[in-house]
């Protein structure tokens, strides 16, 4: 082999500079209410925690709006980073239409503010746009924990290789909702006891959160992208002090928000106000709260 084809193939850094600089750059969400309060990195998982109805999932399709949406097509600047999404749906509530009405909204008021165009014309570009950015979203449903756990690593040995080979590249993996397949008290239960049992016996097995837990730091290690997951907390958790998480869960997380609903908009007109929603940061503890409304075309607006 020549010293040119040697230089090409020489690496620019080593997997530890790599995993060092992963965590030194900084990226942002794409979505302003995040955005505001902290800072994202690549190895970032951000867990977004709150009652139903609190804007959890709005979050995700934001995210994943913003990722799978081009930066430049047809001349127009669509300020998105066209890169591929990793939706795991664990609930089955993935709404194909809100992401979809999410992304034209998008694009039909971007291509409104560039250009003076007829509506027919307007609409085509529309579809056509959206056409090709749903295929760089890739919803996965998952009935149970076994097929997540599954999924997860099919990711890494077949899709993912298959993407990097074709010159895709990732944005984020999306998690939504990470309480489905287990009773959170139960699972903290079958982790002290299999923790428990390892002591005398190093053949036991691990629980399946350790599983998963182990197996999403595999994925994001290869990938390296930030993921986002969604977390339904129980309305009745106040009154039931017994509730928590498995700490092997909470510590896997490195960035951790609380979601709840304030209440109605009081400046807008009785028949159209929407619910504010507010998110707070509880790791890193941050000082700064947001107060937020989910528009009617879709997506998170912050608001006073």
Same mark, same amino acid.
């Not at 500079?17 to 994202?40: H, M, N």
């Not at 609190?54 to 047809?74: D, H, M, Q, W």
């Not at 397949?181 to 350790?210: I, N, P």
């Given at each position: 082999?020549?010293?040119?084809?040697?230089?090409?193939?020489?690496?620019?850094?080593?997997?530890?500079?790599?995993?060092?600089?992963?965590?030194?750059?900084?990226?942002?969400?794409?979505?302003?209410?995040?955005?505001?309060?902290?800072?994202?990195?690549?190895?970032?998982?951000?867990?977004?925690?709150?009652?139903?109805?609190? !804007?959890?999932?709005?979050?995700?399709?934001?995210?994943?709006?913003?990722?799978?949406?081009?930066?430049?097509?047809?001349?127009?600047?669509?300020?998105?980073?066209?890169?591929?999404?990793?939706?795991?749906?664990?609930?089955?509530?993935?709404?194909?239409?809100?992401?979809?009405?999410?992304?034209?909204?998008?694009?039909?008021?971007?291509?409104?503010?560039?250009?003076?165009?007829?509506?027919?014309?307007?609409?085509?570009?529309?579809?056509?746009?959206?056409?090709?950015?749903?295929?760089?979203?890739?919803?996965?449903?998952?009935?149970?924990?076994?097929?997540?756990?599954?999924?997860?690593?099919?990711?890494?040995?077949?899709?993912?290789?298959?993407?990097?080979?074709?010159?895709?590249? &990732?944005?984020?993996?999306?998690?939504?909702?990470?309480?489905?397949?287990?009773?959170?008290?139960?699972?903290?239960?079958?982790?002290?006891?299999?923790?428990?049992?390892?002591?005398?016996?190093?053949?036991? !097995?691990?629980?399946?959160?350790?599983?998963?837990?182990?197996?999403?730091?595999?994925?994001?290690? &290869?990938?390296?992208?930030?993921?986002?997951?969604?977390?339904?907390?129980?309305?009745?958790?106040?009154?039931?002090?017994?509730?928590?998480?498995?700490? &092997?869960?909470?510590?896997?997380?490195?960035?951790?928000?609380?979601?709840?609903?304030?209440?109605?908009?009081?400046?807008?007109?009785?028949?159209?106000?929407?619910?504010?929603?507010?998110?707070?940061?509880?790791?890193?503890?941050?000082?700064?709260?947001?107060?937020?409304?989910?528009?009617?075309?879709?997506?998170?607006?912050?608001?006073?």
């Amino acid at each position: 082999m020549d010293e040119a084809t040697l230089a090409l193939l020489k690496p620019d850094e080593s997997l530890g500079q790599y995993l060092s600089r992963s965590k030194k750059d900084k990226i942002e969400s794409g979505v302003p209410v995040l955005d505001r309060c902290t800072a994202f990195h690549r190895s970032d998982v951000v867990e977004l925690s709150g009652v139903v109805g609190s !804007g959890k999932t709005e979050f995700l399709y934001s995210v994943a709006v913003s990722c799978i949406l081009p930066r430049v097509a047809n001349g127009v600047d669509f300020g998105g980073r066209g890169q591929h999404v990793i939706f795991l749906d664990l609930d089955y509530k993935f709404d194909i239409f809100r992401v979809s009405n999410l992304l034209q909204h998008r694009i039909q008021s971007t291509l409104r503010a560039s250009r003076s165009a007829g509506s027919t014309k307007l609409n085509v570009e529309i579809v056509e746009i959206v056409t090709q950015t749903f295929e760089r979203l890739h919803v996965f449903r998952c009935e149970n924990s076994f097929q997540f756990l599954a999924t997860l690593k099919s990711l890494s040995i077949d899709f993912l290789p298959t993407l990097y080979s074709e010159g895709g590249s &990732l944005g984020a993996i999306l998690v939504d909702d990470i309480s489905s397949y287990w009773d959170v008290q139960k699972e903290l239960k079958e982790y002290r006891r299999s923790a428990s049992r390892r002591h005398s016996s190093s053949k036991e !097995g691990t629980s399946t959160l350790e599983s998963i837990r182990k197996t999403l730091e595999e994925l994001q290690t &290869l990938c390296q992208v930030p993921i986002f997951v969604t977390r339904r907390v129980p309305r009745a958790v106040r009154e039931n002090p017994s509730y928590e998480l498995n700490a &092997l869960w909470t510590d896997f997380t490195t960035k951790s928000a609380s979601l709840g609903i304030l209440g109605k908009q009081p400046s807008i007109a009785a028949p159209c106000r929407p619910n504010v929603r507010r998110i707070s940061w509880v790791k890193p503890e941050l000082h700064t709260e947001v107060n937020f409304v989910i528009e009617k075309g879709g997506g998170v607006q912050s608001c006073s």
